[in-house]
């Protein structure tokens, strides 16, 4: 691959400065302001020389879209500030192609054409959001993750579920992909047919801009995602390239015979092992082998070809136009391919979201991307950049406290949060308990090993464990995707089946309700204080328990991960107002948690700092921010563990406290004791 430093592109020297002249229009010539922000805010020279070729050039765009002086030098300001970036991009990735600069030229096109179907308002949040650039980092975000059709049916009932939200204090709704989707298995959702239609099922597009309308109104950020690696296979583009179009068969990787495909496979693995073994599909009607990572009607994207990225763009920016707060970028980690590479987390995978979040800094500035990577630690955080994704999953944090309740040990969690919670600035952590998908044990190896963890042993123990074959286990899981080769599994399960509360329930047992209930609030008071934006998957908030009914779905009765997407069944909503009652109690509890935090400054940001506690039960931090300072302290173990009351009137700086939760005050005269899977949040009285 050529990259940006040996391509000899554009290098006719710069022409000398312009007498200064009356700038008549933008129509007729660049305006002395412009010519002086080109010449000295872009760097890069041959960057510059491009930029002085193409602005000209969109002399015809201002006249045919009637664009005024002020918008057309708005654009073109914000072009210049983020085109040595762009361009730099742009030529690592695509530089060697003979018709890089035509390329060029449309990428800026489509940028435009998406700033000028921007609405109003949106650009009203992009001005607030360019000079409030940390917004995305505030205490007061809280987010919840739905499928549509299992929440509400449909786009119209869901508008009706506002106050729902607002009611347990959401301020971010994420809702999973909702596009026009193949018909029966699709992946749940993840593959896409058409990129600017919904799925009829649940409504129309205006649907969507009418919803997001209404959660703007009410203080919420919308949340879509963006299936960007691969489409459906009776995507338009798809069914251009089996009708023989060489033009879209250069969208995807189609190979003639095996030679290639056999190449390829000799450095990848199986992502859906029980599902269908090797990365290539073969399509009868092409007579030809597509590129399939995860299902056979994925056909993945072939990034190496610009007019992919040109396309996706336009896509890209289409779907944030309708009212994206944040927009989930589904597995980063496969975008571009390489030979006798894994083809994952390649260093050109991060050129190129970087180039999209180049081309949204001028078309969209207040979109915010969101970065979907379960791969391994290190590789999470190499996504993590307010020039790449702003915020991204935490994967290690969620498999890790879950690990911590299976041993009743924080070792390993504590370690990795020395390690790893700290981000690059103006960034942020999505943390969650559970989410659509499966939980992977993505932990690193050496850090297991540091604490005295074999790793491969403890991964089949963690399996063993929350599938319920580990004798005295809580856990209600099931095996997703066992790959009987290697022993990998994965595990799908609801919060509250994995914490306990089906094993209870099953044994009318008061006694067990009680533990799992504490587990379940325990998951998520860390989920909140620890430091970035928590994300609740909805229906873990009444503590939803499996559904094994999906099953009876021939589309769905592969994949175990429909366990744990059960329909919201708004009947139990009757419950939340009983003081008896199990999902009740979840609820308010929850509910509760989530108005501390939104109330407490020190909850903003991600400053942590870890205790050292005797116990290997438990788990303490320090969060501080805008001056406000919490101590978290918990208890990973069903038995009372004591805390030595100086460490906190150290980490604290004072003698009492309170419990933000509970609002018992403490003194730090005597130990701190603190009961079965209890946790606390002190605030300096």
């Not at 969650?432 to 540091?450: E, N, P, Q, S």
């Amino acid at each position: 691959m050529t990259t940006a430093t040996n391509v000899n592109l554009l290098k006719p020297p710069l022409p000398p400065d312009p007498a200064p002249a009356p700038a008549k229009n933008m129509n007729a010539m660049l305006t002395n302001a412009l010519m002086h922000a080109v010449r000295n805010g872009v760097k890069d020279s041959r960057a510059q020389s491009a930029l002085n070729r193409l602005l000209p050039k969109l002399e015809s765009f201002w006249e045919v879209e009637n664009v005024s002086q002020q918008e057309a030098d708005e654009i073109q300001m914000r072009i210049v500030q983020h085109w040595d970036d762009l361009f730099g991009y742009l030529v690592h990735l695509y530089g060697d192609q003979w018709d890089f600069f035509y390329h060029l030229e449309q990428i800026l096109h489509t940028i435009i054409r998406g700033w000028r179907m921007r609405p109003e308002p949106l650009k009203q949040d992009d001005e607030n959001r360019i000079n409030n650039p940390e917004w995305y980092q505030s205490e007061k975000l809280v987010g919840g993750a739905l499928y549509v059709d299992l929440f509400s049916e449909n786009l119209g009932e869901l508008r009706k579920q506002i106050p729902y939200f607002q009611d347990l204090g959401l301020s971010y709704l994420h809702l999973m992909p909702l596009f026009a989707v193949r018909p029966g298995n699709n992946d749940g959702g993840y593959a896409i047919s058409n990129y600017r239609s919904v799925d009829p099922r649940v409504g129309t597009i205006d649907d969507l801009r009418l919803l997001a309308d209404d959660l703007r109104e009410a203080g919420i950020l919308l949340v879509l995602d963006f299936v960007f690696n691969h489409t459906a296979d009776d995507h338009y583009w798809a069914q251009q390239a089996q009708s023989g179009n060489e033009e879209y068969q250069k969208y995807y990787f189609i190979f003639p015979d095996r030679e290639v495909p056999d190449q390829y496979e000799r450095t990848l693995r199986e992502i859906f092992p029980t599902v269908r073994r090797g990365n290539f599909t073969w399509h009868d009607g092409m007579q030809q082998w597509v590129w399939t990572t995860f299902n056979s009607f994925q056909w993945d994207l072939n990034y190496r070809n610009p007019e992919v990225f040109r396309a996706m763009l336009s896509e890209m920016l289409f779907i944030a136009n309708t009212g994206v707060d944040l927009l989930r970028l589904d597995a980063v980690a496969f975008i571009w391919k390489q030979m006798g590479t894994n083809c994952e987390n390649l260093p050109e995978a991060h050129t190129l979201i970087r180039a999209f979040n180049s081309c949204v800094r001028i078309a969209a500035p207040g979109l915010v991307f969101k970065s979907e990577a379960i791969v391994h630690p290190d590789d999470v955080v190499r996504y993590i950049s307010h020039k790449e994704c702003q915020t991204s999953y935490n994967p290690t944090l969620m498999a890790l406290m879950w690990e911590s309740l299976a041993t009743r040990d924080t070792k390993l969690l504590r370690r990795s949060l020395a390690r790893r919670h700290k981000l690059p600035e103006r960034t942020t952590w999505v943390n969650y308990l559970r989410c659509h998908d499966d939980i992977g044990w993505t932990f690193d190896d050496a850090d297991a090993a540091a604490v005295g963890i074999e790793a491969f042993g403890h991964r089949q123990f963690l399996n063993a464990f929350y599938t319920g074959q580990f004798e005295g286990s809580f856990a209600r899981g099931v095996p997703f995707q066992h790959n009987p080769d290697n022993g990998d599994m994965r595990i799908s399960g609801t919060l509250a089946s994995l914490a306990g509360l089906e094993q209870a329930i099953e044994a009318e047992s008061d006694d067990l309700k009680e533990l799992a209930i504490r587990r379940i609030l325990l998951l998520n008071a860390m989920m909140l204080s620890v430091g970035g934006i928590p994300l609740v998957y909805l229906g873990e908030e009444w503590g939803a328990l499996n559904d094994y009914d999906f099953v009876k779905d021939p589309a769905k009765a592969g994949d175990t991960r429909w366990v744990h997407r059960p329909k919201m069944q708004w009947k139990f909503l009757d419950e939340l107002g009983d003081d008896g009652s199990i999902r009740g109690r979840i609820y308010r509890s929850i509910r509760k948690l989530i108005a501390i935090r939104k109330m407490t400054p020190a909850f903003g940001g991600l400053d942590m700092e870890l205790l050292v506690l005797e116990s290997p039960h438990l788990l303490g931090y320090v969060r501080q921010h805008e001056g406000n300072r919490v101590i978290v302290v918990a208890n990973f173990c069903e038995h009372s563990q004591e805390i030595d009351s100086n460490r906190l009137r150290t980490a604290g700086m004072g003698r009492f406290f309170e419990d933000l939760y509970s609002g018992q005050t403490i003194t730090t005269s005597h130990p701190l004791t603190l009961g079965p899977y209890e946790f606390m949040w002190l605030h300096r009285v």
